[in-house]
C-alpha cells in the first residue's frame, strides 16, 4: 500500500507557473505508475498527465500538452506537477495517484489516492 500526500497548490494570477509535488509513503515507490488528476467545482475529475514507474513514458490530456511536465524522482518517492501559463479553467482541486499497473491517463486503473492540493488561477 501507498500513501499520497500532494502539496504546492495555491494562487497564482493567469499566465503564472506552479511545481506540484506529491510524496508517497513506502519503499516500493518505484513499482507505482504516477498520475496527476484534477477537480472542479461541478465536474467530474480528470486525468492531467501521468508518469511510468521507471520515468521513461510520460502522458499529457491534450489541453495540457505543452504547459506541463510530469516528472519524477524515485529516491525521493516524489512526483512532480510543472504547470505553465495557466488558465483560470486550470483552477481545480489536484490529486496525485498511484497504480500497481499501467493504466496511463485512465482513472479507473489507479488504486491509491492523495486528499489533493487546491489550484486556483485568477484572471
Known amino acids: 500500500q501507498v500513501q499520497l500526500v500532494e502539496s504546492g497548490g495555491g494562487l497564482v494570477q493567469a499566465g503564472g507557473s506552479l511545481r506540484l509535488s506529491c510524496a508517497a509513503s513506502?519503499?516500493?515507490?518505484?513499482?507505482?505508475?504516477m498520475g496527476w488528476f484534477r477537480q472542479a467545482p461541478g465536474k467530474e475529475r480528470e486525468s492531467v498527465a501521468a508518469?511510468?514507474?521507471?520515468?521513461?513514458?510520460?502522458y499529457y490530456v491534450d489541453s495540457m500538452k505543452g504547459r506541463s511536465t510530469i516528472s519524477r524522482d524515485n529516491a525521493k518517492n516524489t512526483v512532480y506537477l510543472q504547470m505553465n501559463s495557466l488558465k483560470p479553467e486550470d483552477t481545480a482541486v489536484y490529486y496525485c495517484?498511484?497504480?500497481?499497473?499501467?493504466?496511463?491517463?485512465?482513472?479507473?486503473?489507479?488504486?491509491?489516492w492523495g486528499q489533493g492540493t487546491q489550484v486556483t488561477v485568477s484572471s
Open positions: 513506502g519503499r516500493t515507490f518505484s513499482s507505482y505508475d
Open positions: 495517484a498511484a497504480s500497481a499497473g499501467r493504466p496511463g491517463l485512465s482513472r479507473s486503473g489507479y488504486n491509491y
Open positions: 508518469i511510468s514507474r521507471g520515468g521513461g513514458i510520460t
